[in-house]
């Protein structure tokens, strides 16, 4: 979803989600942030339960120290609800204090250790087991037992070692389209799953693309990039630019993708660039050309 995009408004996301949701996509996922003109997370939860039917909803990623722990699980378990058990819940510890002082939160717990203390709390409420001396448990319950699947969102090492106990899988990243060096990750995580006796991690990856003619293309990720990473300064925006994301044709696209699929890629969340409903027609057609 184009979610970091200025000037949306319901029409343009519901159009969206429409046509994620009648396309070859697996998924639909958004991000989160607080001190941006981005919509808030899980009141789009709910409507993006309201307008789709088939794709599995990703939130790519919520940070738990930015919420109540108590009040986001149930807030996830809602929108698991409202789309009949079709959400995974991506989370990480975020990269921007801004967000952390803008909710009143303490940038000492921006730390996976901050961040398992309040997934432990949200699976007690996902399991039933009462928080509080309370006459029922916080609810409601979510169709998924246990609750929503969990990612967590990292590009480090160390962060997908120590998630392996309670994470399901891996939400990464990759700024340069590094296919072999995201694969070493994921070997990571596969080791990390088997040595804590887990199934196989399910290995997501994302980047922000732009689909166009060459200098078109990357110029609208160096606009995106500008404005996404406005607590970097400018000009350190403009040097990593011309190597961040992936811009290019269709068919470019498709030569990348497969690549990702050959190291055993379950899933890439391709990250808009521009509102553009037309850019998602195009990708749409480039995913069914996976088979």
Same mark, same amino acid.
């Given at each position: 979803?184009?979610?970091?995009?200025?000037?949306?408004?319901?029409?343009?996301?519901?159009?969206?989600?429409?046509?994620?949701?009648?396309?070859?996509?697996?998924?639909?996922?958004?991000?989160?942030?607080?001190?941006?003109?981005?919509?808030?997370?899980?009141?789009?939860?709910?409507?993006?339960?309201?307008?789709?039917?088939?794709?599995?909803?990703?939130?790519?990623?919520?940070?738990?120290?930015?919420?109540?722990?108590?009040?986001?699980?149930?807030?996830?378990?809602?929108?698991?609800?409202?789309?009949?058990?079709?959400?995974?819940?991506?989370?990480?510890?975020?990269?921007?204090?801004? +967000?952390?002082? $803008?909710?009143? /939160?303490?940038?000492?717990?921006?730390?996976? %250790?901050? *961040?398992?203390?309040?997934? &432990?709390?949200?699976?007690?409420?996902?399991?039933?087991?009462?928080?509080?001396?309370?006459?029922?448990?916080?609810?409601?319950?979510?169709?998924?037992?246990?609750?929503?699947?969990?990612?967590?969102?990292?590009?480090?090492?160390?962060?997908?070692?120590?998630?392996?106990?309670?994470?399901?899988?891996?939400?990464?990243?990759?700024?340069?389209?590094?296919?072999?060096?995201?694969?070493?990750?994921?070997?990571?995580?596969?080791?990390?799953?088997?040595?804590?006796?887990?199934?196989?991690?399910?290995?997501?990856?994302?980047?922000?693309?732009?689909?166009? +003619?060459?200098? $078109?293309?990357? /110029?609208?990720?160096?606009?995106?990039?500008? %404005?996404? *990473?406005?607590?970097?300064? &400018?000009?350190?925006?403009?040097?990593?630019?011309?190597?961040?994301?992936?811009?290019?044709?269709?068919?470019?696209?498709?030569?990348?993708?497969?690549?990702?699929?050959?190291?055993?890629?379950?899933?890439?969340?391709?990250?808009?660039?521009?509102?553009?409903?037309?850019?998602?027609?195009?990708?749409?057609?480039?995913?069914?050309?996976?088979?």
């Amino acid at each position: 979803m184009p979610v970091m995009e200025p000037n949306l408004d319901a029409a343009t996301l519901k159009e969206w989600a429409g046509v994620i949701d009648s396309g070859p996509f697996s998924s639909l996922c958004w991000g989160e942030r607080i001190a941006f003109d981005n919509p808030d997370s899980l009141t789009l939860l709910g409507a993006l339960a309201a307008w789709t039917d088939r794709v599995r909803l990703v939130t790519t990623v919520v940070v738990p120290q930015l919420h109540d722990p108590v009040m986001l699980a149930k807030g996830l378990a809602t929108g698991d609800m409202l789309s009949g058990g079709r959400l995974t819940v991506g989370i990480g510890v975020g990269g921007r204090h801004e +967000d952390y002082h $803008a909710v009143g /939160a303490d940038p000492a717990t921006q730390t996976m %250790r901050g *961040m398992a203390e309040r997934v &432990a709390v949200m699976k007690r409420v996902w399991s039933g087991e009462k928080v509080t001396d309370s006459v029922v448990p916080v609810g409601p319950p979510p169709v998924q037992a246990g609750g929503p699947p969990l990612l967590v969102g990292t590009i480090g090492p160390k962060t997908v070692r120590s998630a392996a106990t309670w994470a399901d899988g891996l939400a990464g990243m990759t700024l340069d389209v590094n296919v072999d060096k995201q694969n070493e990750l994921f070997d990571v995580a596969r080791r990390a799953w088997a040595e804590a006796g887990k199934p196989k991690p399910h290995l997501a990856t994302s980047f922000w693309f732009a689909l166009g +003619d060459g200098d $078109a293309a990357r /110029a609208q990720v160096h606009r995106h990039l500008r %404005r996404y *990473m406005n607590w970097i300064p &400018a000009e350190y925006v403009d040097a990593m630019a011309p190597t961040t994301g992936w811009a290019g044709s269709e068919d470019e696209l498709l030569s990348v993708l497969k690549k990702f699929a050959d190291v055993g890629t379950d899933e890439v969340h391709l990250i808009p660039t521009s509102p553009d409903i037309d850019q998602l027609r195009r990708v749409a057609d480039v995913v069914r050309g996976l088979g």
